[in-house]
């Protein structure tokens, strides 16, 4: 059974830090790339990250770019991503998704993430 | 950035109904486009991909069509599972972008 297991959310202070995890089993982790997709309270969803499976290439979205930062560990079969100078818009549901060939397969369950003094 | 507007932004539907929910590109996306599903407090369902390809374990009664920058996905009749929050994304180049969903409720 593929899983997909986010971690590491919290509360958190406007200009704080905090990295995500996301556990991953039930499939070759190494063939896949990696998405990290949010959504706000009551909002949309909106794409944040990428990576391949290999590391070599990563993207943002403008509204994270220079802030946060997309790695993976593939012997650990990890996710993760280290969010940094964190703003109130920044309070959101984070949700890591598997993709192959560009498409979108599998979700994690999601981890809360609040920006809040 | 390619923008994606889904319509209706809501719909009330009954069960046995079919439902028709259209996302429009900004520009042509060819055929870069997938379909998810999200129900209350729950994580995205990935339901269609390539526009017209149904993920593995996704039932027939939901289909997708169009290409270029004009898209849709209909459900053949409705279920009480299937009441949720439906959302299109292009992946044809990256910002990856959403449509900002159609919420389909119970009539």
């Known amino acids: 059974e593929v899983q997909l297991v986010e971690s590491g959310g919290g509360l958190v202070q406007p200009g704080g830090s905090l990295r995500l995890s996301c556990a991953t089993s039930?499939?070759?982790?190494?063939?896949?790339?990696m998405n990290w997709v949010r959504q706000a309270p009551g909002k949309g969803l909106e794409w944040v990250s990428y990576?391949?499976?290999?590391?070599?290439?990563?993207y943002y979205a403008d509204s994270v770019k220079g802030r946060f930062t997309i790695s993976r560990d593939n012997a650990k079969n990890s996710l993760y991503l280290q969010m940094s100078s964190l703003r109130d818009e920044d309070t959101a549901v984070y949700y890591c998704?598997?993709?192959?060939?560009?498409?979108?397969?599998?979700w994690g369950q999601g981890t809360l993430v609040i920006v809040s003094s | 950035d390619i923008q994606m507007t889904q319509s209706p932004s809501s719909l009330s539907a009954s069960v046995g109904d079919r439902v028709t929910i259209t996302c429009r590109a900004s520009?042509?996306?060819?055929?870069?486009l997938a379909w998810f599903q999200q129900k209350p407090g729950k994580a995205p369902k990935s339901l269609i991909y390539?526009?017209?390809s149904l993920q593995s374990g996704v039932p027939s009664k939901f289909s997708g069509s169009g290409s270029g920058t004009d898209f849709s996905l209909t459900i053949s009749s409705l279920q009480p599972e299937d009441f949720a929050t439906y959302y299109c994304?292009?992946?044809?180049?990256?910002?990856?972008?959403f449509g900002q969903g159609t919420k389909v409720e119970i009539k």
């Open positions: 039930g499939f070759t982790f190494s063939d896949y790339s």
């Open positions: 390539a526009a017209s």
């Open positions: 998704a598997s993709s192959r060939s560009r498409i979108v397969g599998d």
């Open positions: 994304q292009q992946y044809k180049s990256y910002p990856r972008t």
């Open positions: 520009q042509d996306i060819r055929n870069d």
């Open positions: 990576i391949s499976s290999a590391s070599s290439t990563m």
